[in-house]
């Protein structure tokens, strides 16, 4: 056989055995599912998704299929729900890659989408303990104490705040964990621990978002107090600032009215 054709018969196994070797299934699908979410076809990104799931259950791309349908179901969908059946799965599994990101998603579910602040108590207490780097340690410890925050439990969640201000006295949350903590006090009725608890975050954090707010609170604090002539200074001191207006006018008015009673 002359060297040409050999050559050419040498040449076309190599292409078939090169096309075997770079075929690969599992990523055509995985890839196939990116084009759909891409294209804003959620439902046919899932179903592809589930493919790769079902067919390759070992395979190299399983856990970012688990993870993607999880996002998917949860942010373009709106099905929380069902978003968890995946998250929990890669937690289950000790997902290397995911186990991490998947147990955020599930407290963040339960907390900000299903409003369920017991189930998401649990789970932060998880993320706690789950993440050994403490990358957002502070982060989920401010997130543990919201929650407790909104149940109501404002008794556990001063301990929380006190715990996140302790343990992460240079994290981004001091300033508001500060603040929902004398918040706590205030709604407790404890009025001497929250006015200076206030008095505190103001000289602390003068120029916060939260300073007006703080005013208004220390203010409602004295008037249960009876001592309306500190009230009336504090609504006065915030009557110009980002805050609602009408509102401080009221207590203004209403306070100048209760003192001059009282002179009668």
């Known amino acids: 056989m002359p060297d040409f054709f050999m050559k050419k018969i040498l040449l076309f196994f190599l292409i078939f055995s090169l096309q075997g070797c770079f075929s690969n299934p599992e990523k055509e699908i995985l890839r196939s599912a990116e084009n759909e ?30 993870f993607r349908l999880g996002e998917i179901y949860r942010l373009n969908l709106e099905q929380e729900k069902e978003a968890l059946v995946y998250f929990y799965r890669l937690v289950k599994k000790e997902s290397p890659k995911y186990k991490i990101s998947a147990q955020e998603n599930i407290a963040n579910i339960y907390q900000h989408d299903l409003r369920d602040y017991d189930q998401a108590i649990i789970e932060y207490s998880k993320l706690i303990h789950m993440d050994p780097s403490r990358k957002n340690a502070a982060k989920n410890q401010y997130e543990l104490s919201l929650c407790y925050f909104k149940k109501g439990d404002y008794v556990q969640a001063v301990t929380e705040f006190e715990i996140l201000l302790k343990d992460y006295p240079d994290s981004e949350f001091v300033e508001h ?53 500190g009230a009336l200074a504090i609504y006065k001191s915030i009557t110009g600032e980002a805050f609602n207006k009408s509102l401080v006018d009221i207590k203004i008015q209403g306070i100048e009215d209760r003192l001059k009673k009282r002179r009668r």
């Open 177 to 229: 964990a500060t603040y929902q903590k004398y918040n706590c006090y205030f709604i407790l009725g404890s009025c001497d621990e929250a006015i200076v608890g206030y008095q505190n975050f103001l000289k602390k954090f003068p120029d916060s978002k939260f300073a007006s707010e703080a005013k208004y609170s220390e203010g409602n604090c004295l008037e249960e107090k009876e001592d309306l002539a």
């Open 37 to 66: 979410w891409n294209q804003r076809r959620y439902n046919n990104s899932v179903e592809k998704y589930r493919q790769l799931v079902e067919q390759y259950p070992n395979g190299k791309y399983v856990d970012d299929a688990l």
